[in-house]
Structures are given as C-alpha cells and as structure tokens.
C-alpha cells in the first residue's frame, strides 16, 4: 500500500506522495458484486475506447467510462465509488449499443451507483426525488397552477394516480421502506444540509 | 422420484465417432470440467444405434440414455443422424408406454468444435436424471 | 411385457454370438477358445494420473473376467511402452489389448500397431479414453475420474474379448487430384500437384483464376506488386499439362471415397467456345482467342464485380486484360440476346447464345478444397455508415482504387466528387473481434498488416496525406512483419489506440467525422477525415457451406472448414482423401496460405502415389440365415452398397458390395431381424459394452 | 397480443406529461381514440419511478415500484400504453426483466405481497407480477402499421403542417439499446419522420440526431450547466438545420428543451427560442385540437412562431 514519507512538510508530502498501484488496491470480489447487480459481462472489456467515443458526457467534462470499466475489472473499489464522475452518466446508451465485446456499461455505471449509494456517497438530487414519490408517488408531482390548467382543458384536476387516489400511498411506502430507502434518503439528505 | 442419498445417475451416452466423440474430446483438450456421470460407447455413427441398444441399457438399469451425433446436413454418412433422430423419436413413445419417462431418453447435435457444447449437453442430461431420480427399472429389476 | 422384450433382446444377443462364432472361421485364422485380454494403463505423465489412481485401476482390471493381464506404464505410447504390449500378447497368450489412455482419435493407430507386432490381429484392440473423456474433465474429483476409468476398461474389456480378426480392404487410388477453387491456394496446389507428375483437375466457380489475390494492388510486407507476382503462376497454370483447368465450374455432386471420388461437375453455360471446344464442333480455327471485338458492340451495361462495381462491363465480358483463360463469358442473366457479339465474332462462331449447362463426370483419388472468402457485410455495422456515406469504402474497394489496372487508374479519388482525400482514416477490426451477433469473435488476422500497407501506398503516391489508423492492437506476428510496421510508422502514418465508435457525415462536404477514444491520451476525438476506409472482417464465401457438404467436411462455428487436428493435422479433413488449403480453413494472409496450399498438395499426392489406400473393414456383412430379404435395409443405405440377391432354392437375401460400403451401420441399426453383422461394431460387442458397463459393475 | 385484445390499452401517465405538459395527456386520449385506440385510466398508478434516479440508489425498489405499476395494467387485463421514454424504460424494461428472470421476479412479489389491491386498496397480498402483459410506446403504436400506421395518421388529418420544418429527437430510452428493444436501427432511425410527415411537416435531418438530451441519468439535477451545455449542443445542430420546431416522444427530454433554453439563457447568456412540441402536441394541432386546448401556454419558449405557419 501507498507508503508515507512522513516529510515535515505536508505540501511536499503531498505533492510527491507515492503513486504506485499496488495488487492489494484491487478487490475481485467487486467485480463479482457489480455482474450480480448489473447483470452484463462486464469482466470482459478488453479497453477499446468504444464507449467513451460514444459518450456525450466524456467531451464535456473528466468522465471516462472506460476509465470506469477498468477500475471494475481490476476491483479498484475506492476509486470507482468515490469519484464524483460517476455521477456524469446520463444512461443513453449509446456505449451499451456499441460495445463490442456486448458489455452494457451503463448498467455497470448504474450497479457502481448503487454500491456508493450504500455507502452514502450519492448528490441529494436523487434523494429528493425519493422523498417526493415518498410524498406523493410522484418524482415530478402536480401543483396549483397545473391543476387549474388541466381542469381548464377538462382534465381532471389531478391525474387518476396516487395523485387522485393517495390512498395507494402506503402500499408505495411499504416497497420504498422494504429498502429502507427513504430512512437512508432523510439521513444522507439531513448530513449534506448539516454541512452545507 | 426424489434420489436416494449417496445415489449416481448411471448414464450411458452413445455416440458417432466423427461428430460428437471428437467434440468431447475437444471438450478435454480445452479442460472444460463437467459431471462425471456418463460411461460412453463409440459407434461410427447414430445411425448404427439399435432401438434395442437403449431398451437393453434401460432393462439393465440405465437412468438414463444421451445419444448424440452430428448436426443436420453435417454427416459423415450424409443422413444417419436424421435417422437416428427418427428412430429415438418413436422410441421415446414406446418407453412412455413402457412407465419409463421419455425424459431419460435423449438426443443431441454436437459438432467436432463444440466442446463447451458437449460439456454443456453431459450437465443438462444430468441434472435432468438427478432429478427424475432412479429409473423404475432399476427399482423393479433389483 | 418389459421384461419380455429384455429377454427377447438377450436371446438374441445369444444367437448372434453363436452365428459369430460359426462365422468367425471366415474372418480370422484361428479362432480361441476363451478370450485373453491384457489391459495397458498409461500415466501420461500425471495428465492421467494426476487425475485417476492408476495402479487403482490396474488392480480392479486383474479382478475382471478375460483379463489374463494387466499392468500401468508411465507413456504406454513410447516405444518401450509399445514393446510392454508385444512382450505381453506373447509371453501372456493374449487374444486381444485393451490400452486405457487417451483418445483413440490420437492414439489408436499406434496401439493397433504395436497389438500386430506382438502378432494378434490389429483389430484385437480396444481403447479406453481415460484422457480426454476422463482425467481432463475431471480434474478435481479423483474418486468419480478413477471410478468412471475402471468402468471404462470394464466395457472395453467387454468388446475386446468378443473382437474379431478383420484385414483391412485395400483399395487403388485413381491417380488423379481435383481442386476445387484457383485462387493463391487452389493455384498453388494444383502447380505442386501437377508438377509432382499427378492429372490434376483444377475447378473454379467464376470465369477466370486468381482469386482474392488478383483484386489486391500491393502485397505485405515486401510490396510486390500482386498481378505481378500472381501472373506468371496464373499463367503456368494455364498451360501445365497435368493442369486440366475448368473455370465457370462448380461441383454438383460427390459421391465415392478416399481413392475412388465420383464428382460431378456443372459446367456453367458460357455462351462462349473455346478454340478447343469449336475444333470439337468441327469449326475450324474457331472459337475465342479474346480478341474483344465482341465487348464494344454488347449494349448492356452492368458493374464488374472484379473491380467491386466500381467499373462497368458488359453482358459479354472478361474481368481484366490478364485473365485465364483469356476467354469471354456471356451473364445469361443480363444478356438481352440482341446477336450484336455474334456478328462480330463472325467467323470464329466463338458465341453461342443457346447454350446450356452441362454435367461433366470425374473419378478422382484426393482432393483439394480451397474455396476462399468473402468480405464482412460491414454495413450491417450501421455506426460506421458503409453504403451510407459515399466516402466510407471497404478494404477490397480500396484495393482497386489504388491499382494502377483498377478503375482510376491507381488514382485515389473520394467517391463523392473525384478529390485526392488528404486525410484518410484507417478503420480496424471493423466487424473482426466483434462479440455483438452481428460481426465475426475472430481476429481475421490480415487487416492489420494491408491497412499498414494502405498508408503506406498513399503516403507514397499522395503528396502531404495523413494516414489515420485506428487500431486495438496492432498485430504483425509474421517474418519482417513488425519491421514493416516499423518503417510505416517512421514513414509518417499517426496510430490512434482506440475503436472507433461512429462515423458521421458532414452533408455540406461529405467530409467524414470520426469519432473514438484516444485511449493513450485518454481524451476522446472527434477527427475530421476526407475519406475512411474499414478493414472489414472476413467470412467464409458463399457457398462454402454447399461445397463442404459436399465431401462431408465438418466446420467450425464460424463456418471455416475444420481441420483433422488444429496442430498435428491442420491440412487433413474428417473426410479421408479429402484437404484443405487458404483462408477457408481460417483467415490467414497470402504466405501462410501458399504454405497450407503446399502442404495439403502434398498430403493430397501421398495416397496417390502410393497407389492404393487401406479402408478400416467397418463392412456390413449379412448373416443370410437370419436375413428374411425383406430389403427395407436396402433402401436405408445411403451409398446403394446393398442389394437383393437370390440364392439356390429361391431364397432372397441382401448382398453387401463392400466397394460401396462405408460401415456407417444405418443398415445394421435397423435390421428387424439382427441379420446384419457390422464388423467391429457388432450387435453383440455393442451390446456386451452396455452389458459390462451396467451389470458388470463391481459396485 | 394487442391484437388479440383489440386496440385497448392501459394509459401509464408518468409524472411530467400529466403534471406540466397536460396538454399531451389531453391529446393522447383524443386523438388516440381517433386511430381507434382506447385509452383507460390506470387507478392509482405512480411514477414509474425514474430510471436514472432509482435505477442510481436501489435497482430493486426500481423493479419493484415498476413492477407494482405493471400490476395494475395485468389486473386490468390490458397492454400498457405510455407517452414518455422515461416511463418506457423502467415499465417496458422492467416488464420485460421480470419475465425472463425467476429470481427477480420472486424477489417483487414477495414485496408485492404486502402492497393494496388497486380495486379495493383494504385488500391485500393480491397483487402479483404475472408476466401476462406488453408495454408499448404511443409512438410505437401510431408507427405500426397492424395498430395505426403514418397512412391511418394522414387520413385523419385536418390541419396539415405544410410548411413548417421539424427536427425529430428520437430520445435514449425509446430505441436503446437496442438488443432489449425491438425498434430497429438506432443509429439514423427513420420511423418518426414518417409518422412527422404523415403530419404533412417536414421532417428535417440534423447533425447527431441521435446525441441525448443530456437531462438523463439524474445530470440534470446534479449538474445543470453539464446537462445544459449538451442539450445546447443539439440546439445549435438544430437551429443550423433551420428547423421551426422540435419533436420528441418523451416529456422530460421536452422538459429539458424547452425549460433548458430558459436556463441556458442564464447561464451561457444564449437565447434560441426554438419551440418544443411532444409528438403528442403535434398530433393534437393536426388533428384540429386549439392550442388552447393543448395548453401549450404551459412551454417555456413561446410556440406562436410555429403556431403562425399553420393556423
């Protein structure tokens, strides 16, 4: 593992710390957990730069998926999860069409989602969302204005779903609590807004 | 019929000399591990399996029989397969009459080059007789 | 009722054993009393016994009824091993050897060997595959491998005790060879054929010879121009005398087998007589002499496919000046009969409009399949636009775009609008390692080295180009290989590490833009280019798969023809007499194919000039006091080898005409009455097999 | 299957049609019924729910809300019918996820157990994921000739948009990837021009159709200016192939159009103005329906120069 050089000063320390990849950063066991979540071949990439060729996000910002792909493969658990990268994907598949080892990337991106998620690394946008379908069973929910608009154009005012009928409610809260996603959902949500 | 504890499937496969016993000796260049429940018999083609080879292997207490030759149109001797595969298909209606389940009864294609298909074939076949259990035969001849 | 049938089935197995016994006599010299089997146990080092307790099974042999002797040996198939066996069938008395090892596809022949020096009759032998089936597939269960092993020896002990003496029927070999396919390979086997004194004949499906490599421009990597090495042996072959050359040909039928192939050809309706051909019809100094006064008056015009469509030719054509035979060819399916080449021909009488296919007979001893390859559809990969965008062109368009004999002159122009692209991307594995379904697993191997090839013809003959490569890897395994892309590389062509993922189009310039990841800059790129040209994948042609059937020759899942052994046989074929040469057995680039060319035209001149083969006796026999007559059997027999014949007292009986017979056994498995006898896989030795592996079990 | 139960349909809403564009919920059940498909409320359907965020938190609660969903439509006894490509991942996915997968599907219904009947929410432990339905989008439906087809489409037009040029986008979760679709081709599909031009528009090729919107996969809320300079990309492509409107099947990648240009006018000071019309809202105009009636008031950027060309 990385060794400290214990210098005085923790600039230079920092600048010239040790940058070797050690076998010990790597897990196998990752790799196995991200094909049983995300169900694809993902062992088998073999680094051909496809699917970054195909990514609308890696143009615009540091996101590489390959990148991604390979820290999978070598087990680099830490360094997948934690990079805010992760977070870039915005699942159009266009590198899961393309793959030619018929990988789906995108789905490891969404199983790698998942595991920083259980660590609590996950932005608070995808929270909210979980709190508001805890709310109403809706991510994007209805509001006066809108209600006013669809019984205008002889809409009802709320739509025939959770909205028209809550008491459906509770059964989406049963699925939601089974995996305790919105006690998760308030903690993290609560930390970041504790933080700033 | 649920298996016995400490019970084997005893299997027999018969198979062509060109098509699938080289596939299952690709099968063991490539080291592709797979169950060691079958006994083999090599004949040049399955076209030369006798109906009565597999009645004798059933009323000697076989649970279950895997014949497997070439693919369609692939041969050595142009159509014995498709014979073969005539045959074990009327075959397995007379086992059915016979109380034996025609499940124990099966045939395959596998090339020379399929060797992972072969393995492939030999889990399947077993893991159907371990489930269908001991052949009523058997019981009944013991 | 079950049980009934059992019986019934014993009985017979009994009677058949009698009837062998009776018959026996005519088979083998002396027939013994009671059988005496010697069991081998080969280690293969520890392949074997890494896997199954030898000695284990060596001891449960000796428990086994006939087993007169048993013993292990660390390589039974050295040759002290082989001794062990003579010395044992001698000192021992043995009837018949059991070698448990590995596969009987390798080693049998060496077994049968060493069983006939000990002095039993070679088909005293039996193998048990413990390798293979066994100690390989196994490799972690010790107690189940060594279980399954003594079952094993166990049934092969079985049929050795009831093997009979057989002697092998020796037939002769036709000294003639056929190739089917001139291209490099075909070409090549024909000329070591011919020249090595053998009447070779050598069938082409299209009207001329050359194949693949005629289309190419350059070769790798010493960049001979490819007519000019190519035309010279175009031309041998068209003037050896042992050459019979028969292009516009395909195989129709094949009947036959190592020695004695019946093949009948179809000999497609040219339209045009050769000078031969007319001398034939009694048109003297008639016939085609290519003089082309024919091609400017034919009004019909369609694209030559030589020049991949990108030239046109009439209904009335050859595919380039150099062609072999110089000889036109009508395409019926075009031609609107107006006469007009008639005329001109005048009194050549060359052309005849009505002509029909016509079905020519050969008997031949070997043969020769070199059947070549197709490209890759590569527009069946949407995202990199081939027949989308105009400028995206294939390897093999390419080819003829820069060959000075191709349709601009060797001028590389774009498509669109006839520029000299000055920018040029190189697109690889475009449909080879491609795991999707929808382009080929394999590596097809030859792209790497023409597309270094390619830039280096434009760096050469375009002022400032840039040559773009997009590659995965780089793969120049061959002699002088990795120094040709070395000086590619020096020449000024750029490598980009990465697949490319999609071409667009700009509509305004029909410029193209590539896009892909630099994956050691790590960035990806969005690279502008005036033309693209994708090394497609390649795939076995057309009809490789009618043809191979033909001879009964298995392939691969990706459709190549299967070799004998990848290693130890990669010429041979599961068909005896029968081998392949070239790309149809698997891509490979225009050395290694003349090499596997030669080498299958050597493999293919060896029974011939031996003179006559040994067929392995499977025969059918009929046991005629149990043959009814009733000739269901004859009709089963896919060779018409059996036949009714009637004896004294009218009795009627099948008849094997063993020439014809291939020992499949679809008679024998059928037979309602058992009356037919398939040597070496008799009823009863089958049936002991069974038997042994069922009730003899000492479990 | 559609076939068999003739053309009746299960309508999944979502959230964003029916809760900031109804004018596409107006014009789905209108004028579907015009192409002889009946739309039926789904009683206490919810959000589908959103692929990209739960798919990010928890893939099980996404099979299992989804799941619960689909329910609701086998209950009904009908294929589901929907209009956004959001939607369309998690439910047709999902549907078709659990049809193939035991494990998962015994992992649902074991949650499912516990969830309210949609007949009578007191009952419990009747739902079930049976597997006995298809998911189909509206779009899919008017292109399919055995359903709909462009040429039922042209014949019910009473307002042709002759004139105007309209740029398609196709959206991501419509069409891949492609081997768990069954939409063809996914890179220059041409279906929904068709279905455009049965409209009597001009359907209008630009560069990189096929780029995403960027509002996918949670970017949007996690970094606006990210997804906004994507989707600016793709105006910029559109506004160069002079197109006088955009069409897509799905309301968030509308959502991301037509509010985006709002927010890419704050953040990169670039004003398009390029109207955004749901295929839905198309149809709508061409079947007669008012603007009013469409409320297409509720868009961001103002529609009227479209609008103009055809009224």
């Known amino acids: 593992m990385a060794k400290a050089k214990g210098y005085s000063d923790p600039k230079l320390e920092a600048k010239l710390q040790d940058r070797y990849y050690y076998r010990e950063y790597s897990h196998p066991d990752f790799t196995k957990k991200v094909h049983d979540l995300a169900r694809t071949v993902n062992h088998m990439c073999y680094q051909c730069g496809t699917c970054t060729g195909s990514c609308v996000s890696a143009p615009r910002s540091s996101y590489r998926i390959r990148l991604f792909m390979r820290r999978q493969v070598l087990g680099l658990e830490d360094e997948a999860l934690t990079d805010p990268d992760l977070w870039l994907c915005t699942t159009c598949y266009s590198c899961t069409d393309r793959c030619p080892r018929d990988i789906a990337p995108t789905d490891v991106i969404m199983a790698m989602r998942n595991f920083a998620y259980q660590r609590g690394i996950v932005p608070v946008n995808f929270l909210k969302t979980v709190q508001l379908i805890y709310q109403s069973g809706h991510g994007v929910p209805n509001n006066d204005v809108n209600r006013a608009v669809r019984t205008k154009i002889g809409l009802p005012k709320d739509p025939p779903t959770t909205h028209a009928y809550p008491e459906f409610l509770p059964g989406i809260r049963q699925i939601l609590d089974h995996w305790k996603v919105k006690e998760q959902a308030d903690k993290i949500v609560a930390e970041a807004e504790k933080h700033g | 019929m649920a298996a016995p504890d400490g019970w084997k499937p005893k299997i027999l496969g018969i198979v062509c000399n060109w098509c699938s016993y080289a596939g299952a000796d690709l099968a063991g260049s490539a080291r592709t591990q797979y169950p060691p429940d079958i006994r083999i018999v090599r004949l040049m083609c399955t076209g030369r399996v006798d109906p009565l080879f597999i009645m004798k292997a059933f009323m000697d207490g076989a649970d279950g029989v895997l014949v497997s030759g070439c693919h369609f149109g692939d041969c050595h001797y142009l159509e014995g397969n498709y014979k073969a595969a005539k045959r074990m298909f009327l075959l397995k209606s007379v086992l059915k009459d016979l109380g034996i389940e025609d499940k124990r009864l099966r045939m395959t294609f596998v090339s020379a080059s399929e060797g992972a298909k072969w393995a492939k074939v030999v889990e399947d076949v077993v893991k159907t007789i371990n489930t269908l259990g001991p052949s009523p035969i058997a019981a009944f001849s013991k | 009722m079950a049980e009934a049938k059992g019986k019934a089935k014993a009985k017979e197995t009994k009677e058949a054993r009698e009837t062998k016994e009776t018959k026996a006599p005519a088979a083998s010299p002396a027939a013994p009393q009671k059988a005496r089997i010697g069991v081998f146990v080969c280690h293969c080092g520890t392949n074997i016994a890494g896997s199954i307790d030898v000695k284990g099974v060596v001891e449960y042999a000796k428990t086994l009824p006939d087993v007169a002797y048993a013993e292990d040996y660390q390589y039974v198939c050295s040759t002290p091993g082989q001794k062990i066996i003579e010395k044992a069938i001698k000192e021992k008395k043995l009837t018949g050897t059991v070698v448990a090892a590995c596969s009987p596809r390798l080693h049998e022949p060496t077994f049968r060997r060493a069983t006939a020096e000990g002095g039993l009759n070679p088909f005293r032998f039996e193998m048990a595959n413990i390798r293979e089936q066994n100690a390989w597939v196994h490799m972690h269960d010790k107690e189940s491998a060594t279980d399954k092993a003594k079952d094993a020896v166990r049934i092969a002990v079985a049929k050795a005790a009831l093997l009979q003496d057989l002697t092998p029927k020796s037939v002769t070999v036709e000294k003639t060879a056929l190739v089917v396919g001139a291209g490099i390979a075909g070409m090549q086997a024909a000329l070591d054929l011919a020249n090595a004194g053998i009447k070779t004949y050598l069938v082409e499906k299209l009207p001329t010879i050359g194949g693949r490599m005629s289309q190419l421009d350059k070769t790798f990597p010493t960049l001979d121009c490819s007519q000019c090495i190519l035309t010279p042996k175009m031309v041998d072959v068209g003037r050896a005398p042992n050459i019979n050359l028969m292009t516009y040909t395909e195989v129709d039928a094949v009947e036959g087998f190592i020695g004695n192939f019946d093949v009948t050809l179809r000999k497609k309706a040219r339209g045009v007589l050769s000078t031969d051909e007319a001398e034939a019809k009694g048109i003297v100094g008639g016939g085609c002499n290519g003089c082309g006064d024919c091609e400017p008056v034919c009004p019909v015009i369609k694209p030559n496919p030589f020049e991949m469509g990108m030239k046109p030719r009439k209904a009335i054509y050859i595919y380039h000046p150099q062609v072999v035979p110089l000889l036109y060819t009508v395409d019926f399916d075009t ?197 693209v040209v994708l090394a497609a994948a390649v795939q076995p042609a057309s009809d490789t798969d009618r043809t191979r059937k033909l001879f009964g020759v298995s392939c691969s899942q990706d459709g190549w023809l299967l070799e004998a052994h990848p290693k130890l046989n990669p010429c041979g074929t599961t068909t005896a007499g029968v081998f392949v040469a070239g790309v149809c057995q698997g891509p490979k680039d225009i050395p290694d194919t003349v090499a596997q060319a030669e080498g299958a035209a050597s493999a293919a001149s060896i029974p011939i000039h031996i003179g006559k083969v040994e067929l392995e006796p499977y025969f059918a026999q009929c046991i005629e006091e149990k043959c009814a007559g009733c000739g269901m059997c004859v009709n089963l027999c896919p060779y018409s080898a059996l036949s009714l014949v009637e004896k004294e007292g009218g009795k009627k009986v099948m008849q094997v005409t063993e020439a014809k017979c291939k020992g499949c ?34 479990k | 299957m559609a076939e068999a139960k003739g053309h009746d349909y299960a309508l999944f809403l979502g959230c964003i049609a029916p809760n900031r564009y109804p004018g596409c919920e107006a014009s789905a059940i209108k004028c579907s019924r015009k192409l002889g498909i009946n739309l039926h409320d789904m009683k206490g359907a919810s959000c589908c729910p959103a692929p990209g965020a739960f798919g990010s938190i928890d893939l099980n609660v996404w099979y299992a809300m989804a799941a619960r969903n689909v329910v609701i439509a086998e209950k009904m006894g009908m294929d589901i019918a929907l209009e956004c490509n959001g939607c369309y991942k998690s439910i047709y996915e999902v549907n078709e996820k659990l049809k193939h997968h035991d494990e998962l599907r015994d992992m649902v219904n074991e949650v499912l157990k516990t969830v309210p009947d949609p007949t009578d929410p007191t009952k419990k432990g009747t739902m079930e994921f049976k597997g006995t339905i298809d998911v189909f989008h509206l779009v899919e439906l008017y292109a399919d000739p055995k359903i709909c087809g462009p040429d039922k489409i042209r014949e019910n037009v009473v307002r042709p948009l002759t004139g105007t040029r309209i740029g398609v986008h196709y959206g991501c979760h419509l069409i891949k990837p492609k081997k768990e679709r069954h939409l063809g081709d996914t890179e220059n599909p041409m279906w929904i021009e068709e279905l455009v031009a049965a409209l009597g528009a001009e359907p209008v090729q630009y560069r990189k159709k096929m780029q995403c919107c960027g509002a996918g996969g949670g970017v949007r809320g996690y970094d606006l200016v990210h997804a906004l300079d994507i989707t600016n990309e793709k105006l910029i492509n559109l506004h160069e192939a002079k197109v006088d409107a955009v069409t897509e099947s799905c309301p968030f990648c509308q959502l991301q159009f037509d509010r985006g240009q709002i927010e890419i006018k704050e953040k990169f000071g670039k004003m398009w103005g390029l109207p955004v019309l749901h295929f839905n809202e198309l149809l709508g105009l061409a079947f007669g329906m008012s603007p009013a009636e469409l409320a297409l008031d509720m868009h961001a950027i103002p529609v009227d120069p479209f609008l103009k060309k055809i009224l």
Not at chain 3, 351 to 363: P, S, T
Not at chain 3, 473 to 484: A, C, Q, V
Not at chain 3, 675 to 694: E, G, K, N
């Open chain 3, 665 to 698: 056994g679809t008679c024998g498995g059928f037979c309602p009455g058992g009356a037919i006898w398939m040597q070496h896989f008799a009823t009863p030795q089958v049936v002991a097999q069974i038997d042994a592996f069922l009730t003899g079990g000492a």
């Open chain 3, 335 to 531: 031609c609107i009969k107006c006469g007009l080449c008639v005329t001109a021909c005048g009194e050549k009488k060359a052309i005849d409009l009505e002509m029909k296919d016509e079905l020519v007979k050969l008997k031949v001893g070997t043969v020769v399949l070199a059947l070549g390859y197709d490209i890759f559809p590569v527009e069946k990969k949407r995202e990199w636009g081939y027949q989308q965008f105009e400028n995206v062109v294939t390897s093999l368009e390419f080819e003829r775009l820069i060959c000075a004999s191709g349709p601009t002159g060797g001028h590389l122009i774009r498509p669109s609008d006839g520029q000299t692209p000055k920018r040029v991307a190189f697109v690889l594995c475009a449909g080879s390692r491609d795991n999707t379904g929808i382009g080929k697993p394999y590596c097809s191997r030859f792209c790497c080295m023409y597309s270094l090839k390619h830039a280096h013809q434009i760096i050469e003959k375009i002022p400032g180009v840039i040559p773009y490569i997009m590659y995965m890897d780089i793969r120049s395994f061959g002699k002088m290989y990795e120094e040709f892309y070395y000086r590619i590389q020096d020449e000024g062509a750029k490598f980009i590490r990465g697949r490319v993922a999609n071409i667009l189009e700009d509509k305004a310039t029909k410029n193209l833009h590539v896009y892909a990841e630099d994956t050691m800059l790590n960035r990806p790129i969005d690279l502008e280019v005036d033309m």
